[in-house]
């Protein structure tokens, strides 16, 4: 099991950026697939972007490509989330989830650990 802690959120107007960081501790960070996921109000969760053990492979949702950039410092055990022109449809929680295969996708349900979250919003 790993332990993951989001950070970086917060209140942004549109076309803003953020960047979010999800601190893992516990298990190898290295040994993870790590993906980061948004549920907006009264929604289900999408996942945005995630990445490989090795950084090496990556999706992105339709809705950000482009705009988000997914990226891992295994020496630091911390995932990243880039979110560049924000708009107002990003308001959400972002979680990040860890997943023990070399890849997890966009399937939420492949992946056993989760953060507690950290809320973006994206005023208009």
């Known amino acids: 099991q790993v332990q993951l802690v989001e950070s970086g959120g917060g209140l942004v107007q549109a076309g803003g950026s953020l960047r979010l960081s999800c601190a893992a501790s516990?298990?190898?960070?290295?040994?993870?697939?790590m993906g980061w996921f948004r549920q907006a109000p009264g929604k289900g969760r999408l996942c945005v972007a995630a990445?490989?053990?090795?950084?090496?492979?990556?999706y992105y949702a339709d809705s950000v490509k482009g705009r988000f950039t997914i990226s891992r410092d295994n020496a630091k055990s911390t995932v990243y989330l880039q979110m560049n022109s924000l708009e107002p449809r990003g308001t959400a929680v972002y979680y990040c989830?860890?997943?023990?295969?070399?890849?997890?996708?966009?399937?939420?349900?492949?992946?056993?650990?989760w953060g507690q979250g950290t809320k973006v919003t994206v005023s208009s």
């Open positions: 990445i490989s053990r090795s950084g090496g492979r990556t």
């Open positions: 989830a860890a997943d023990s295969c070399a890849w997890g996708g966009s399937d939420g349900d492949e992946y056993e650990d």
């Open positions: 516990g298990r190898t960070f290295s040994s993870y697939a």
